[in-house]
């Protein structure tokens, strides 16, 4: 079931429009999978799109998927292709996607999403700390200079994206530290312990 076009569409509200055409095998015509993401839906799938990136790079390819509002996609490496399924009351549609063409559309994503962190209340401290932040010895070893750079920009990437949504919810920890002046250190300490929670989850540095 090869996708014909997938495109993501950003909206005004900090949303984004889904849509694959997909033309299923022994039927005629072309169908069609669409539907409305709000901002935290569409943060979701740009999260999983950079996982899915970082751990390529790796070469660490295990089975993973994200869920939203009835949309589910879903990544086998035992499969060439993404397995998009929606499911809207009682009619339910799958098709595949490759994943280039995923990553190709999601980029465009990707970079509203840091755009909408980097705004944020928090957003140019969490910057500033996370460029500070060191990378994990292992991972010139296992990559070499110039991909380790890579894969630490994208360990940066992601992490700015769950602390801006952390530190936007009423009562953060991080978000206090973030403001004292007395608690920068630990504000510093809390964001370096992130990074480094993020790339044992998300690449072998023990390797």
Not at 96 to 111: K, Q, R, V, Y
Not at 131 to 138: D, G, H, L, Q, R
Not at 175 to 187: F, Y
């Amino acid at each position: 079931m090869p996708a014909q076009i997938f495109s993501m569409e950003a909206r005004e509200n900090g949303g984004a429009r889904l849509a694959l055409n997909y033309k299923h095998i022994g039927r005629s015509g072309i169908q069609r999978i669409s539907c409305d993401l709000p901002q935290a839906g569409l943060l979701q799938l740009v999260l999983f799109a950079e996982a899915l990136s970082l751990r390529k790079r790796f070469g660490r390819l295990i089975a993973s998927d994200v869920s939203i509002d009835g949309l589910k996609i879903s990544y086998d490496p035992a499969r060439r292709d993404l397995h998009v399924e929606r499911q809207a009351g009682y009619s339910r549609q799958t098709a595949g996607l490759p994943i280039a063409d995923f990553h190709f559309e999601m980029a465009g994503m990707t970079d509203i999403c840091i755009a909408w962190a980097e705004v944020t209340k928090n957003g140019p401290a969490l910057k500033r700390l996370l460029a500070e932040c060191a990378a994990p010895a292992e991972l010139e070893g296992l990559l070499g200079r110039d991909e380790a750079d890579l894969a630490m920009h994208q360990l940066r990437e992601i992490a700015l994206l769950l602390l801006a949504q952390e530190t936007s919810t009423r009562g953060s920890a991080l978000a206090r530290k973030l403001r004292g002046k007395k608690s920068q250190d630990q504000a510093r300490e809390a964001v370096s312990g992130f990074v480094l929670e993020l790339a044992a989850e998300l690449v072998p540095v023990s390797a």
